[in-house]
């Protein structure tokens, strides 16, 4: 059962008011010339659009670099209001050569 906090979070979020002013700021017509503006290839923006795929911190930064906005403006615009990001700290733990930890012997 979702909470009522994670319902109002997925109405807040919108991907689509960032892309179209993405597009717009850009001078673009649509979300092919977005994409090769981005450099990404057409199907990404279209699954961030329809919300099958999110917007990621890579994504993020590429908007940043092409439009100069900061990241603080790009997130506002998809509805991302969260002052602090949580990261896990599997995401900092180096990858295992073969998948197998080192073990001494």
Do not use: W
């Not at 673009?28 to 199907?43: F, G, I, M, T």
């Not at 733990?93 to 197998?100: C, L, Q, R, T």
């Amino acid at each position: 059962m979702m909470s009522h906090a994670s319902l109002s979070d997925d109405a807040a979020y919108d991907p689509n008011r960032l892309l179209d002013s993405l597009i717009n700021k850009l001078q673009l017509r649509n979300d092919a010339a977005l994409s090769r503006a981005l450099e990404v290839e057409p199907p990404v923006i279209s699954k961030i659009r329809h919300r099958r795929l999110p917007v990621g911190a890579s994504m993020l930064i590429r908007m940043h670099e092409v439009t100069d906005m900061s990241i603080r403006e790009l997130r506002v615009l998809m509805g991302d209001r969260r002052e602090k990001f949580r990261i896990s700290p599997v995401q900092f733990k180096p990858k295992m050569a073969n998948g197998n930890a080192s073990h001494s012997e």
